[in-house]
């Protein structure tokens, strides 16, 4: 999925919202979001959101950059996309590349809404936290039993 390459303001962002998350690009990531947008990424209560309700503002969505974002490169792909309206459905692997060389996929739906602007006003990433959180567990025991 390739910015500029949609008619649907929703698929646009999402797919301007990766460039700028492969490009290590904070700022411009923050500039596609509305003021008051929310992501939610894992829905529903996990170490990354531990009141489940998201993280509300600019302000918070900067820090779930340098919190989830920031720390490793993402490597994305988009395998299906299914726009309606003001929002796009994006079936997708993440792998998750981290700075001691260990990599962490998931497979996970992203829902994106966007303003009239085309801004983006909601993300929502649907992924089971606790999957990861064995992947984690399995390379920690790993490279402690080598």
């Avoid at 990766?18 to 894992?42: C, G, H, M, S, Y």
Wanted: aromatic share 8%; charged share 25%.
């Amino acid at each position: 999925m390739e910015a500029g390459k949609f008619t649907n303001r929703a698929q646009q962002a999402g797919a301007e919202s990766l460039a700028a998350v492969r490009a290590k690009n904070k700022t411009a990531w923050l500039e596609l979001f509305a003021d008051d947008a929310v992501i939610q990424d894992p829905v529903g209560v996990s170490p990354l959101d531990p009141s489940g309700l998201g993280h509300r503002g600019k302000e918070a969505i900067a820090r779930f950059w340098d919190m989830a974002i920031a720390p490793g490169q993402l490597e994305t792909k988009i395998r299906e996309s299914y726009p309606a309206g003001d929002e796009c459905a994006n079936v997708a692997t993440f792998v998750n590349r981290m700075p001691n060389g260990a990599a962490i996929a998931t497979e996970l739906v992203v829902v994106y809404r966007v303003d009239a602007r085309g801004r983006i006003v909601s993300l929502k990433a649907y992924w089971e936290y606790a999957k990861i959180a064995a992947q984690l567990e399995q390379m920690l025991g790993t490279r402690q039993a080598g």
